[in-house]
């Protein structure tokens, strides 16, 4: 799955090679030549069918484009890479990007792993080849994704993979298709195992020249969170509600530090705002975010309840509420916090999932099941995000 509670923002767009961004997170880049799918494979990880702008005519992103990914299993950066190789494009064109692409990745101090994208249809050809050479020398194991699975007859997929993958011999290798979210969950979890583990080494991974060490580490867990909206979502620090808001500047510093795990930053600045203005409602609900990953459960209870007080239709502090209490073992509590979440804003999937994980840690298969059921039927998009966990709940339910 892609995440419980997971909270995206758009940090922007890198023009020119010699733009530079210091990113506290660790980076995860796809790259690939035009048209393989970098866009709508990253839409698809982040469960957000538009956030990326995709295309049929190759050369849709044209920029580096960056957006910053917080769940509980994962926080990181996703850079977006222009793609190369598209030989109808103008020469002057193509060659910025080359540049663009290169000095991001030699540049970024954070690069933790680079997703390396394929088209299952094509193989790799030289500039793949060229392109996996330059990421083994700045001492990254690329991840492999093959894109576009659908589009082979299904009776081909398994020997084409295959035949990848042999040619790909020591790559790790994910076979996806976007438009029907086969294979998003796998990799999801897999950019959670590597970024995991290079957290642990300080590596990104190790290098197929074996310039580091193999990948591994623990596997994702599916942990929930509260988390500040975003600007599309429908309770957190809702936008409209703060319009005109003279503290504006400064929330949207305190939301970004928050995003980018600074939670100190965070916590520091919204004491700052709530000086000013004691109910200002982003701020009393981003201090519970902070506490709440801060895993300092007491204290981001207290400032859910406060917004609470104050918001008491807040589906966004009832559901971090509801999260709080169940992780310090008081889940009967939490749970009517979850579902009043749910009832004020039926149309918003997170609460649906966080209360199924909650279920899940106390052994409530059926239960969980049952309720993630109903969130995906609220909200279909979110079936193939959901369908692997749901999968597991089942198979747990019937024993
Ligand atoms: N059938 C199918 N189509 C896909 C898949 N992934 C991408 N596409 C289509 O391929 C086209 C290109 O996708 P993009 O995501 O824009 O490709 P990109 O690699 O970001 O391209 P550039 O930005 O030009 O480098 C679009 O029409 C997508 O809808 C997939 O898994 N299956
Ligand atoms: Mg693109």
């Known amino acids: 799955m892609t995440g419980a509670g997971i909270r995206i923002d758009v940090l922007g767009e890198l023009r020119r090679p010699e733009d530079t961004v210091d990113l506290v997170l660790p980076v995860v880049a796809a790259a690939g030549r035009s048209n393989v799918g970098k866009s709508t494979l990253l839409n698809a990880l982040l469960g957000r069918h538009r956030l990326l702008r995709t295309s049929r005519t190759p050369g849709c992103t044209r920029t580096i484009q960056l957006v910053s990914v917080q769940a509980p299993d994962a926080s990181f950066v996703l850079a977006d890479l222009p793609g190369y190789g598209y030989a109808a494009l103008s020469r002057d ?3 910025s990007w080359g540049p663009l692409i290169e000095g991001f990745l030699r540049r970024t101090r954070r690069l933790a792993l680079v997703l390396m994208l394929i088209d299952v249809r094509r193989g790799p050809q030289k500039e793949e080849q060229e392109l996996l050479d330059f990421v083994d020398s700045l001492g990254l194991q690329p991840l492999i994704v093959l894109t576009k699975c659908d589009k082979l007859p299904r009776s081909k997929v398994k020997t084409a993979v295959e035949r990848l993958r042999t040619r790909l011999a020591g790559l790790e290798t ?3 298709a976007a438009d029907t979210g086969d294979g998003i969950d796998g990799l999801w979890r897999a950019i959670a195992r590597r970024l995991a583990s290079s957290a642990g080494t300080g590596t990104g991974g ?3 020249s074996g310039k580091k060490g193999p990948p591994g580490g623990r596997g994702p867990e599916a942990a929930p969170g509260p988390r500040p909206a975003a600007a599309d979502e429908p309770a957190a620090g809702k936008e409209e509600a703060m319009s005109g808001d003279p503290q504006r500047e400064q929330f949207d510093r305190a939301r970004a530090a928050a995003t980018a795990g600074r ?3 965070a ?3 919204c004491g700052e705002i709530l000086e000013v203005d004691p109910a200002h409602r982003g701020a009393m609900d981003l201090l519970g975010f902070a506490h709440f990953f801060k895993k300092e459960f007491a204290t981001a209870e207290g400032w ?10 807040h589906a966004y502090a009832h559901k971090g509420l509801g999260l709080c209490l169940a992780r310090q073992g008081r889940l009967e509590e939490g749970l009517p916090h979850l579902h009043e979440a749910m009832r004020l804003e039926p149309d918003f999937f997170d609460p649906y999932w966080d209360t199924a994980v909650v279920l899940r840690e106390a052994g409530r298969f059926a239960e969980a099941a049952e309720i993630l059921r109903r969130g995906v039927e609220r909200c279909p998009k979110q079936a193939a995000r959901a369908r692997g966990f749901l999968a597991e709940l089942e198979r747990k339910a019937r024993g």
């Open 93 to 95: 064109r193509r060659g």
């Open 174 to 176: 994910h076979a996806t």
């Open 206 to 208: 190790g290098s197929r």
């Open 263 to 265: 939670h100190d930053e």
């Open 267 to 269: 916590i520091a600045l």
């Open 304 to 313: 859910c309840r406060r917004t609470l007080e104050r918001y008491p239709h």
